[in-house]
């Protein structure tokens, strides 16, 4: 059984490998290889071995895999599925030998052969236990049936009644909707009502919806429509490449403008400042669903509401130059175009892609989500935002992304001065 183990553990390391390679959850994996998100844990922790390997080729592929590992997944996978054979022929033959003895013992798990008609005194218990039911569900069909002729003509049921708790998609096959659950005896009478042009001021309005005699019957047992967005999102347009390379153009001179501030502080310093975001702005969108219920993010859109000559002042640089081996993945947008798209970009994880995020894509209040979009100009002072589509259980939507109302501005710095920060100075000086 160790040689067992091995050989599908092999095969589950590869997976986990293969897996880590991505920013992706179990979940999202699943999704998107159109099984459940349990059986892919399974599958990575060695408990399982899939009996097909064209979800193990989708699932290389979706990690972008190269020919050499997938030529190793698909030995390691016929390794796995043997191993699992070998277990399992090995246990029958173990229960087939333990069964033999009890057989020839004439064990009394086994069930008494058929009695010949000749022989009705020795029919098996089975039998007898099964003639007993059924005679019990036909007594209890009959005082059923009684029960409902011996009711009045104003108290049975008509087809034109609307029944409260009726579950309008669990009907019989003749038709008649199925009850899920039995009125009291209270409230199936009948309470007469008062004459025309007088009212009871004991009656109280009932928080049940009823049906007056002569209407046509309402659809009932159906949740009231969802309302309000079913998505939570915030936004955060001063991220920084990185986490430390980013360009403000600021209208003040180098004397004036205050050392480089920690990204956290990004935002704050940038209003302080009246700076605008020079050459590129990076917009983090976080995307959660308020409940276990899919969202689906169905396009991101961006909006230009103004162009106009890019701002004259002098270009500041948060960092004298920084890198990092991660990557992320993101949305491209060029705004110097006339009709500005976010385009699907891959990322990179030490030489290794990272697979573009494409639209439709699901979240829900397990499944949150981040989007990052990386917008540069050359040659305007851009305004814009940012539109995300949403749809949700037969309900659309769109949410505005923005700067708190206000459109996010992103200018050229071509032809400006740049300033970085000298540390050991303390003061800003010429850029290169």
């Known amino acids: ?43 990575c922790a060695g408990d399982a071995v899939p009996l097909d390997f064209a979800p193990v080729e989708r ?22 599925v043997a191993a699992r054979r070998r277990a399992r022929t090995t246990s029958a033959h173990a229960a087939t030998a333990d069964s033999a003895p009890s057989a020839a013992d004439g064990s009394p798990s086994q069930l ?22 059924s005679a019990a569900v036909a007594t209890a069909l009959l005082a059923t049936l009684g029960s409902l002729s011996a009711l009045p003509d104003d108290d049975r049921p008509r087809a034109s009644d609307s029944v409260q ?54 659809e009932t047992g159906q949740e009231p429509p969802a309302t309000g967005v079913p998505l939570t999102w915030s936004a955060d347009s001063h991220v920084w490449q990185a986490g430390c390379g980013h360009d403000y153009v600021v209208t003040k001179s180098p004397q004036q403008v205050p050392p480089p501030p920690p990204p956290q502080d990004a935002a704050t310093w940038a209003a302080s400042q009246s700076a605008v975001h020079g050459r590129q702005t ?13 969202v689906v993010l169905e396009a991101l859109r961006v909006r230009v509401v103004g162009r106009s000559a890019p701002v004259e002042g002098s270009n500041y640089s948060m960092s004298n130059g920084c890198g ?34 494409k639209l439709p894509y699901r979240v829900s ?22 539109e995300l589509d949403w749809s949700s259980q037969g309900r659309t939507g769109t949410v505005r992304i923005d700067d708190h109302g206000r459109p996010i501005r992103t200018t050229s710095i071509k032809g400006l001065p740049n300033y970085g920060y000298d540390t050991s100075a303390r003061k800003w000086v010429p850029w290169e």
């Open 165 to 218: 708790g009726v579950d309008p998609t669990g009907t019989a096959s003749t038709g008649a909707p199925r009850p899920t659950s039995t009125p009291s005896p209270k409230s199936s009478r009948t309470t007469p009502s008062p004459p025309a042009g007088t009212s009871d001021s004991k009656q109280k309005p009932s928080s049940k919806a009823t049906t007056d005699a002569g209407s046509p019957p309402k």
């Open 59 to 80: 699932f290389a592929a979706l990690c972008r895999a190269t020919p050499e590992e997938r030529l190793e997944l698909h030995r390691l996978w016929l390794l796995a």
């Open 1 to 43: 059984m160790s040689e067992v183990r091995d050989d599908v553990q092999e095969f589950a390391a590869l997976l986990r490998r293969l897996k880590e390679r991505t920013d992706r959850s179990y979940g999202q994996l699943a999704r998107r290889l159109s099984m459940n998100t349990s059986t892919l844990h399974r599958y």
């Open 112 to 133: 008494p052969e058929e009695p010949s008609p000749a022989e009705p005194s020795r029919r098996p218990w089975y039998r007898r236990r099964r003639l007993l039911v």
């Open 365 to 386: 209040a397990e499944d949150p989500e981040v989007l990052l979009v990386d917008a540069r100009t050359e040659g305007c002072d851009c305004s814009w935002y940012l």
């Open 282 to 294: 990076l917009v983090e969108i976080s995307v959660q669903g308020r409940t276990s219920t899919a």
């Open 324 to 357: 990092g081996a991660l990557t992320p993945r993101y949305f491209d947008v060029d705004l110097d175009m006339d009709r500005p798209i976010a385009r699907p970009a891959d990322g990179n994880d030490t030489g290794t892609p990272i697979p573009a995020m």
